[in-house]
């Protein structure tokens, strides 16, 4: 399955978390091996879970995913209230 970013985006806490199944794990791993977005996006999740791993409980910023996903969308170019395209 070929996955585009949007994809791995909602993969990617599954992903940090290892709780994909081996096969979307696979996936998800064939798109950041050559999408400079997604992997820089991997990493700066894995930062922040790094430097809140002292808490124990792990909570995002109130908005953080917001503020991600519009990020995203303008490093992609895309309109986040534009339908998915297929
Ligand atoms: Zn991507």
Redesign the pocket.
């Known amino acids: 399955m070929e996955?585009?970013?949007r994809h791995?985006w909602e993969f990617l806490s599954g992903y940090l978390d290892d709780t994909l199944d081996a096969a979307v794990r696979e996936d998800v791993e064939r798109?950041?091996a050559h999408?400079e977005?997604?992997s820089a996006i991997l990493d700066s999740t894995r930062n922040i879970l790094v430097l809140t791993a002292d808490d124990r409980v792990f909570e995002l910023p109130v908005g953080f995913s917001d503020r991600l996903h519009a990020r995203l969308n303008e490093l992609?170019g895309e309109d986040p209230t534009s339908p998915e395209k297929t």
Do not use: S
């Open positions: 996955l585009n970013c791995v798109h950041l999408c977005v997604c992609i």
